[in-house]
């Protein structure tokens, strides 16, 4: 990536106080550098161990209810219950996010707990 690039960037983010702050749980380390760079490892192809070929990403956040002492994300159980209370029409986000490979270490469990996709509000 071009140093002009960067550069440019870094600029834009320190023009925003609130840049890459976002609640996390205890002991997680910085999101988002001071220059706003992503601080993750590089995503890998989710089949094999293949990183994936970009020149660069582009990453949004959500901002995460942190609950409990210590502060902590919510279980897969709350998450589940959340998409179905959401079912049908905010559920979806979710099964299409699975639908095109958009898959987070806890999407299994997850789906374990939904209602069928098509079923409704209970």
Known sequence: MSAELLRGWAERVMREPDYGKVRQADGEGCLVSKDGLLQIPWPRLAQGEKN????FLLATAN???IEGTPPAYPSVEKIAAAWNRAAE?????FWKN?????CTFQDDAIRALLRPRGSGAA
């Open 98 to 102: 699975v639908g095109y490979g958009i």
């Open 89 to 93: 029409k905010h559920a979806e986000y």
């Open 52 to 55: 994936l070929d970009v020149d």
């Open 63 to 65: 901002d995460p209810t």
